[in-house]
């Protein structure tokens, strides 16, 4: 038989906040944490805007002799892990250190300092390059400054599936759970992709808003007038574990992990499907694996990443599994505020999916202004709502057209 799994702790760091309740409060204040990049000169980019981490200071969690040996990814991997860990209680003893993992995710990893290095070697040649340049930079060294920190001896991953990654992270975690490969599990994502090369290099496609000079009216997902993604920077962990387990030690249940699915669009490395078939495959197999009906979903936090073609085919997707009436289940976008993740965005928006089970509230879509005939449904525009929410569903789409989404239930004493 699978074991029911658990979140009891979440961590969140993300332009809008460096902390979990701090981010929680300004999402449901509808205030953007989106501005004009300042960690390097962006004025000959088309886009010069950005969701950064304003005031992170990596001292706060990290030794100064250890910050070097990581990219700032795995410094915001750690920080949403410690707020994860203190917010649940879990403590990684000897007897659970085995069962306990780690699977965190990331898109790229280390680019600032994969360019840093590069910097170096082209100034000063191979001997100037570090020697904690590849531990700084690969994508799984999250997982793996993470389980050394607390001792985690268990199974320890990182996908790397673009923009579903963290989603998938989460997802996989829940599995090894389920299935009895561990009792908890720190899961999440991290991405600090706001560099020349990164900004630069979505710029080159056309993704990025352009929307210089109202940052905080750049990212609308689902209005008409919608341009472009904002590059987000952060983390978000969270701490699933067995539901025996964590009754057992008396942990803080904040929701079920009800759900996972996965699927490919098989389609085109950069766009999704036309009819949205794969974002409508993935759903489909979430709530199967939850075992609920459509109309059991309260909520859903979608992928909603500010693209004229992403959101209209999401919106397709939607109405395909829940109907043809926007009313049925309100859907909102929380990159809005953050800017998009990229790697670490499905971590971010299932611990914001989660909190929203716990308080009943539906975090916004803010920037809404300018409904789209393409995009007809009930995005909760510009402030949070009250709204009694039994199931949770995230969705997460990247690149490679790889698919993720997440079911969460609100946890109830019985």
């Known amino acids: 038989m699978n074991r029911r799994v658990v979140v009891t702790g979440v961590g969140l760091v993300c332009a809008c906040g460096i902390g979990t309740e701090e ?21 000959d980019f088309d886009c010069r805007i ?15 002799k250890e910050i070097k040996k990581m990219g700032r990814f795995i ?18 003893t000897p007897e659970i250190a085995d069962d306990t993992g780690v699977y965190i995710a990331s898109g790229i990893g ?42 985690a001896r268990g199974p320890n991953s990182a996908t790397a599936t673009a923009c579903s990654a963290s989603a998938h992270a989460v997802g996989d975690a829940f599995k090894i759970i389920q299935r009895g490969d561990a009792v908890a599990m720190i899961a999440g994502g991290a991405e600090a992709a ?57 942990a803080p249940i904040l929701a079920e992990v009800a759900g ?23 759903m489909l197999r979430t709530l199967k694996d939850a075992n609920i009906a459509p109309d059991a979903v309260g909520y859903v936090n979608a992928h909603g990443t500010s693209t004229p073609i992403g959101d209209a085919i999401e919106t397709i997707a939607i109405r395909r599994v829940f109907g043809n009436s926007p009313a049925r289940v309100p859907v909102s976008s929380t990159k809005s505020m953050t800017g998009h993740l990229l790697g670490g965005a499905g971590g ?17 879509t803010i920037n809404y202004e300018n409904p789209d005939p393409e995009c007809d449904w009930d995005y909760v525009p510009n402030q949070a709502r009250r709204a009694e929410v039994n199931y949770a569903l995230s969705n997460s789409f990247g690149f490679g057209g790889t698919n993720a989404a997440l079911a969460f239930k609100r946890w109830k004493e019985y």
């Open 260 to 282: 996972y699915g996965m699927s490919a669009d098989a389609s085109h490395i950069t766009q999704p499907a036309e009819n949205g078939d794969g974002a409508y495959r993935v």
């Open 194 to 250: 706001i560099t020349p090369m990164g900004v630069g290099g979505f710029a080159a496609l056309k993704a990025l808003s352009t929307r210089n000079d109202e940052p905080a009216r750049a990212s609308r997902p689902f209005d008409a007038e919608r341009d472009g993604f904002v590059v987000g920077e952060g983390a978000g962990v969270l701490i699933l574990e067995s539901l025996e387990y964590a009754q057992r030690r008396g």
């Open 348 to 364: 971010l928006e299932a611990g914001i999916s989660v909190l929203a089970l716990r308080d009943q509230i539906v975090p916004p």
């Open 75 to 92: 410094q915001l991997a750690i920080a949403a892990s410690d707020f994860a860990m203190k917010m649940s209680g879990l403590k990684v």
């Open 110 to 151: 280390g680019f600032d300092v994969i360019e840093r290095e590069h910097k170096k070697l082209l100034q000063g040649g191979p001997g100037k390059i570090s020697p904690f340049f590849i531990p700084a930079s690969i994508v799984n060294l999250a997982s793996g400054f993470v389980s050394i920190r607390y001792g």
């Open 23 to 43: 981010v929680w409060k300004n999402l449901l204040a509808a205030r953007s944490g989106i501005g004009t990049i300042a960690a390097f000169d962006a004025s």
């Open 50 to 64: 950005a969701g950064e981490v304003r005031g992170f200071d990596p001292l706060l969690w990290i030794e100064k």
